[in-house]
Structures are given as structure tokens and as C-alpha cells.
């Protein structure tokens, strides 16, 4: 019983200490059951593994359990607290192979030995565990910030790399220690345990920030693309501007003569003809002055909404916008340029699904005091969408490596401004509606 509580002791201060590496990217959550929940789980886990060993039935009883663990604390996906669970397993079992490996060469004794006697055997797991903490400090520190861990949470294809790899890794350890059973040469095989965990704890920690690193490296490829989309919408909104503005020049140059002559047809009481040359000054405005439409009262955002204007052109969809905003906005120019395009080319690509007669597009804002909000509702095929967790559908594309990122995006820039973010998707009426309410006032720094 003594050793039971230990190892639980041991685990959970170790499981709590963990949720510190998610800190500034997945949010804990803090209700009592939970917590209650967690211990009576993480207690029975640990305590049929401490009774099992390393067999089989007790890793794959361990990590449920963890993953269990993490699902219930964390408020997030099965995925990452999958990848969570994993992470935390491979730790703990990598660095007790490398501690108990050490001991042995150091205590010149049998690794039987070492995990028979009680004293011995928790001393190794509690150095097993000081020293996965340092190393994930270490590695959250110089490796992995919030931002870059919300973006490998947001790859979903490398969170299930990682998981795989870890999975894999868990199997060559058990297969290791199986070698206990074995009347194997003692030199090499403590020489195997050893190397196995090392080997183990280097490919998670590899694999880990590869994943990392491919996940940065993807989400700053679609900064880029947007930018440079970006740069051409806002070519495209000068020129505009400038066909206008040449037009206007056009008919004031005429403008001057035409009402000179109206001037004298008045002053001659002539008003039948003043009136009929006052008709075709304003056909010839209608003629000659490009009508500009104007969206939105800010730069960027009107530039977005003209090329979404064209796009919805294009394809014979009904578009309707007027997103007024306040001169002071809470979101700079990059996460606006991020955040309406993900917007506007999720309606896009999801009104060019239905029939013609049934496209729509439309996108309003408003503000007050205290808040900036915008609405963007548009049609889609009305199929019941890829399962919804907190607030997000999953890509119904097949490249799910290329695609799936919009709303991700969308979430991040909102929750990261203070904002929330509502979906809605009526599959009865075939539409899909997005509600965005972002604080002007931006949120302040914990």
C-alpha cells in the first residue's frame, strides 16, 4: 500500500507539473469533478502498472488512462490530448530506462534487482521524472512558445505523426524490457536498456519539434500566400480607385462648359432647353464616372470585401456587405487580412457547391463602446458537416494537410483578441453562418 501511494504521488505530481508545458495554448479547465475524476483514474492506473511491471496490459491500461487524464483537464481535442498522453507516457518510461540503466552500471548490480527492491526502484522513478521535467522545461523554453504549440495543435496530420511515433517507440521499450524474462547475456542487454531509452527520449524529442518546426514552417507559407494576396487586392483597389478618379477628372473637364451653357440658357429664360441639357449632364455622368462601391470605411478590409465582390461575380453568387469599424482597430492589418480572407474564401468555396439560383453571400458589421461585431452567412450543400468540437468543424476537403486551417485561423486571431467566435450550420435551410464579436479595447497580457 506504502508503494502505491508513492507511485501515485510521484505520477500525479508529475502529471500536474506537466500541464504546465500547455501553458498559453490549451486552456485547463477547473471545475472539482474533474479533478476528483483525474485522481481516482491516475491512482488506478498507477497503481496496476506499479503491480505489473511494464507488461502489456499495464502500459496499454497506463496510457488510456493518461489520455483519459488529459481529455478531462485539457479543453481541447481527443487528438491533442492524445498527443498529450503520449507524450507524458513516453516521458516518464524513456527516462526510467535511462535512470535504471545509469544505476545499474553505477550500482553494479542486476536491472532485476533494481526493480525488485521498493527503495531502489522508486528512487529511479523519481529521478526518472525530475529529469522529464527538465528536460520539457527545456524544451518549452527554447523550443516550443504558445503560439508554435497552437499551431502544431491545429496540424492535425502532424499531431498524428507524433502519436505514431510515440505508439512505436512505446512497443520497442516493451520489447526491451521483455528481455527481463529472457536469459540473455547481462552486459549486453543493460547495455540495450540503456541505449533504449536514450534512443527513445531523442526521437521524441526529435520527432516533437520536427512536427513543430513543419507546422510553423506550413502556417508561415499561408502568411505569405495571404500577403501576397493581399498586395494584389490592394493593386487591384488602387486601380480602381484610379479609373474613378480619371473618370471624375473626364466629365469636370466638360462639367465647366456644360453648366456655363445651362447658365446662359437660364439667364435667357430658355428653361425647356436649360432642363433637357441638364438631363444629359447627369446621362453623361452615368456614362463616363465609374461607379466605385464602397464595403467597409477601412482600407483593408474594403480591398478584401471588393475582391470577395468580384469572386462572388464570378461565380454568380448574391453578395451583400457593409462592415463599418471603428477608426482604432483592435486587430492589426496582417490578422485582418487573415482573418477576412478565411472568411470570405470559406463562404466562396462553399456557395460554388449549391445551385446557381441558390448562392449567397452576405457579411454585416456593427460597433458599439465596447465591442466590434461581424456576421457572415452564406449558402452550402446542406450536408451535415465533419463532427464539431469546441466550435470548430473539421475540413471536408480530401487534402487535409493542405486544407482545414481556415477556422483554426479564424479562432486563434479571435480568441487571441478576446474575442468569441459562433458557427452555425442549418442543414434544414442550407445555410452556414459565422458570428464574430471582438472587444475594441485589447485584451491585456496575464
Given at each position: 500500500?506504502?508503494?502505491?501511494?508513492?507511485?501515485?504521488?510521484m505520477?500525479?505530481?508529475y502529471?500536474v507539473?506537466?500541464?504546465?508545458?500547455?501553458?498559453?495554448a490549451?486552456a485547463i479547465?477547473?471545475?472539482?469533478?474533474?479533478?476528483?475524476?483525474?485522481?481516482?483514474l491516475?491512482?488506478?492506473?498507477?497503481?496496476?502498472?506499479?503491480h505489473?511491471?511494464?507488461?502489456?496490459?499495464?502500459?496499454?491500461?497506463?496510457?488510456?488512462?493518461?489520455?483519459?487524464?488529459?481529455?478531462?483537464v485539457?479543453?481541447?481535442?481527443?487528438?491533442?490530448?492524445?498527443?498529450?498522453?503520449?507524450?507524458?507516457?513516453?516521458?516518464v518510461?524513456?527516462?526510467?530506462?535511462?535512470?535504471?540503466?545509469i544505476?545499474?552500471f553505477?550500482?553494479?548490480?542486476?536491472?532485476?534487482?533494481?526493480?525488485?527492491?521498493?527503495?531502489l526502484?522508486?528512487?529511479?522513478?523519481?529521478s526518472a521524472i525530475?529529469?522529464?521535467?527538465?528536460l520539457?522545461?527545456?524544451?518549452?523554453?527554447?523550443?516550443?512558445?504558445?503560439?508554435?504549440?497552437?499551431q502544431?495543435?491545429?496540424?492535425?496530420?502532424?499531431?498524428?505523426?507524433?502519436?505514431l511515433?510515440?505508439?512505436?517507440l512505446?512497443?520497442?521499450?516493451?520489447l526491451?524490457?521483455?528481455?527481463?524474462?529472457?536469459?540473455?547475456?547481462?552486459?549486453?542487454?543493460?547495455t540495450?536498456?540503456?541505449f533504449?531509452?536514450?534512443?527513445?527520449?531523442?526521437?521524441?524529442?526529435?520527432?516533437?519539434?520536427h512536427?513543430?518546426?513543419v507546422?510553423?514552417?506550413?502556417?508561415y507559407?499561408?502568411?505569405?500566400?495571404?500577403?501576397?494576396?493581399?498586395?494584389?487586392?490592394?493593386?487591384?483597389?488602387?486601380?480602381?480607385?484610379?479609373?474613378?478618379?480619371?473618370?471624375?477628372?473626364?466629365?469636370?473637364?466638360d462639367?465647366?462648359?456644360?453648366?456655363e451653357?445651362?447658365?446662359?440658357?437660364?439667364?435667357?429664360?430658355?428653361f425647356?432647353?436649360?432642363?433637357?441639357?441638364?438631363?444629359?449632364?447627369?446621362?453623361?455622368?452615368?456614362q463616363?464616372?465609374s461607379?466605385?462601391?464602397?464595403?467597409?470605411?477601412?482600407?483593408?478590409?474594403?480591398?478584401?470585401?471588393?475582391?470577395?465582390?468580384?469572386a462572388?461575380?464570378?461565380?454568380?453568387?448574391?453578395?451583400?456587405?457593409?462592415v463599418?469599424?471603428p477608426?482604432?482597430?483592435p486587430?492589426?492589418?496582417?490578422?485582418?487580412?487573415?482573418?477576412?480572407?478565411?472568411?470570405?474564401?470559406?463562404a466562396?468555396?462553399?456557395?460554388?457547391?449549391?445551385?446557381?439560383?441558390e448562392?449567397f453571400?452576405?457579411?454585416?458589421?456593427?460597433?458599439?463602446?465596447?465591442?466590434?461585431?461581424?456576421?457572415?452567412?452564406?449558402?452550402?450543400?446542406?450536408q451535415?458537416?465533419?463532427?464539431?468540437?469546441?466550435?470548430?468543424?473539421?475540413?471536408?476537403?480530401?487534402?487535409?494537410?493542405?486544407?482545414?486551417?481556415?477556422?483554426?485561423?479564424?479562432?486563434?486571431?479571435?480568441?487571441?483578441?478576446?474575442?468569441?467566435?459562433?458557427?452555425?450550420?442549418?442543414?434544414?435551410?442550407?445555410?452556414?453562418?459565422i458570428?464574430?464579436?471582438?472587444?475594441?479595447?485589447?485584451p491585456?497580457?496575464?
Amino acid at each position: 500500500m506504502t508503494n502505491l501511494i508513492l507511485s501515485t504521488l510521484m505520477v500525479g505530481i508529475y502529471g500536474v507539473l506537466f500541464l504546465g508545458f500547455f501553458r498559453g495554448a490549451i486552456a485547463i479547465r477547473s471545475y472539482w469533478k474533474t479533478r476528483m475524476a483525474v485522481t481516482v483514474l491516475l491512482m488506478m492506473a498507477t497503481g496496476f502498472v506499479s503491480h505489473q511491471g511494464m507488461s502489456t496490459l499495464g502500459l496499454v491500461v497506463f496510457f488510456v488512462t493518461v489520455w483519459l487524464l488529459f481529455l478531462l483537464v485539457l479543453q481541447t481535442t481527443p487528438m491533442v490530448a492524445l498527443f498529450a498522453g503520449s507524450l507524458f507516457a513516453i516521458s516518464v518510461f524513456s527516462s526510467r530506462s535511462i535512470v535504471i540503466g545509469i544505476m545499474v552500471f553505477l550500482l553494479r548490480c542486476p536491472i532485476k534487482d533494481i526493480m525488485q527492491d521498493a527503495r531502489l526502484y522508486y528512487s529511479a522513478l523519481g529521478s526518472a521524472i525530475a529529469l522529464s521535467g527538465v528536460l520539457w522545461f527545456m524544451v518549452r523554453r527554447f523550443l516550443a512558445d504558445g503560439t508554435k504549440l497552437k499551431q502544431l495543435f491545429d496540424n492535425r496530420e502532424q499531431l498524428q505523426f507524433v502519436v505514431l511515433t510515440h505508439m512505436i517507440l512505446m512497443m520497442f521499450l516493451l520489447l526491451v524490457h521483455d528481455g527481463l524474462r529472457w536469459d540473455l547475456r547481462r552486459t549486453w542487454f543493460e547495455t540495450l536498456f540503456l541505449f533504449s531509452g536514450v534512443l527513445c527520449k531523442a526521437t521524441s524529442i526529435f520527432v516533437f519539434n520536427h512536427a513543430l518546426r513543419v507546422s510553423v514552417l506550413l502556417e508561415y507559407e499561408l502568411h505569405t500566400r495571404q500577403m501576397k494576396e493581399q498586395l494584389t487586392r490592394q493593386m487591384q483597389h488602387y486601380e480602381s480607385y484610379q479609373k474613378f478618379t480619371e473618370s471624375f477628372r473626364a466629365f469636370r473637364h466638360d462639367y465647366n462648359h456644360m453648366m456655363e451653357t445651362v447658365r446662359t440658357l437660364m439667364r435667357n429664360r430658355d428653361f425647356d432647353n436649360a432642363l433637357r441639357l441638364l438631363d444629359q449632364i447627369g446621362d453623361s455622368m452615368k456614362q463616363t464616372v465609374s461607379i466605385h462601391q464602397t464595403y467597409s470605411n477601412h482600407v483593408v478590409l474594403d480591398a478584401i470585401l471588393q475582391d470577395a465582390a468580384n469572386a462572388c461575380r464570378e461565380n454568380q453568387i448574391r453578395f451583400k456587405a457593409a462592415v463599418p469599424v471603428p477608426e482604432q482597430m483592435p486587430l492589426d492589418a496582417l490578422d485582418t487580412v487573415r482573418l477576412f480572407t478565411n472568411v470570405v474564401n470559406n463562404a466562396v468555396e462553399a456557395c460554388v457547391k449549391v445551385p446557381e439560383a441558390e448562392r449567397f453571400f452576405e457579411i454585416r458589421g456593427c460597433f458599439d463602446r465596447q465591442w466590434i461585431q461581424f456576421e457572415a452567412t452564406n449558402s452550402y450543400d446542406g450536408q451535415p458537416l465533419q463532427p464539431k468540437k469546441h466550435g470548430v468543424f473539421r475540413t471536408a476537403k480530401p487534402d487535409c494537410t493542405a486544407h482545414g486551417y481556415g477556422l483554426g485561423i479564424i479562432r486563434n486571431i479571435v480568441t487571441d483578441a478576446g474575442g468569441i467566435m459562433l458557427l452555425d450550420a442549418d442543414t434544414t435551410r442550407s445555410i452556414f453562418s459565422i458570428r464574430i464579436s471582438i472587444p475594441r479595447a485589447a485584451p491585456t497580457a496575464a
